[in-house]
């Protein structure tokens, strides 16, 4: 029997491409080199990672002999502690925050309402001042009740104020700019006059005078001496020459003279009433008036007369006629601080 031919002897090789037929030796150099260089990298991260255990070490056993140390355990316990404290006092800090705030809010509060209630306290005072001055003209008692108001706003200092200060600081100087006048003084005077014009001697009384008496006779005289001084005496009592400058005040009758002194009393009240109201033209009115019927009908002559007439002039010359302020500006500026009063006071 034959054999069979082998088959796979009887083929050719592949050829080898042109890489593969180098020398070994230049084929087994790449594969060494990258083999080395890993192997490097793997030392290097041995050596590393040994090097970090035994840091790792060190430390761990550093750790732990310092916290065995009871200095270290007692700094370690009041680090604890105080970390504690600090917590604590955050939370309070923050509640106080909380209650600071809400204080603030409340005092804020309160300050608009006292500033409110000051206000309201200043214009009603300021309000009934200004009436009293154009109602009675009492300049003394608007005065002292504006210094007051004035003395009062000084101990405040808030800037919704300033106006107001302002305003009441410029209708005090006006008030104090104007002349004086005593009201009280010149209502008494007025009073006086009325009651003593019923004593006030008449032109007419003064003709009714009895005459001075007759001298006696001296001693010695004759009988023809003693005749001529009776006719003499005699027709002294029967003409009587006097100088009258309205004749019509020799005329009047007792019931006339009694209806005069009523007139001139009510034209003195008419006067006492327009210098209460501050009304110059009526009030110099009546006066002249007055001033004309006593020059008239009066003996102008008697002192006491002439003591009412002075007394008259001087009710003439008071300064009746001078302009009081209303002080709106005062009201105006309240009513503004009111109205502009921040809501948070």
Known sequence: MSETPNIDAAKPEPALPLAAQTTPGLQKKPINLALIVALSALALSGWQWYASQQQLSVVRHELQRRGEDPTTRRLLEQTRANDANLALLDARFTEASGQFASINSMYQDLTKVRSDWLLSEVGHTVALSSQELQLAGNVEN???????????????????????????????????????????????????????????????????????????????????????QDISSSLGEMVRIR?????????????????????????????????????PGPYNADILAVQGYVQRYFDDNAPASKQWMSELAELKAAPVNRTLPDLSDSLKAINSAQATTPAGG
């Open 142 to 228: 608007a005065i002292a009740a504006l210094q007051a108001v004035n003395d009062r706003l000084a101990s405040f200092d808030r800037p919704e104020l300033i106006s107001v200060k302002t305003a009441l600081a410029r209708d005090l100087e006006a008030l104090k700019a104007l002349p004086p006048l005593d009201t009280i003084g010149l209502a008494a005077k007025i009073d006086s006059l009325t009651r003593s014009i019923d004593n006030l001697p008449l032109a007419v009384d003064a003709g009714r005078q009895p005459l001075p008496k007759t001298k006696a006779p001296r001693a010695g005289s004759s009988f023809w001496q003693e005749l001529a």
């Open 243 to 279: 100088r009258v400058d309205h004749p019509e005040a020799v005329l009047l009758t007792p019931e006339q003279s009694f209806m005069l002194r009523e007139n001139i009393k009510l034209r003195l009240l008419d006067a006492r009433v327009a210098l209460l109201q501050r009304n």
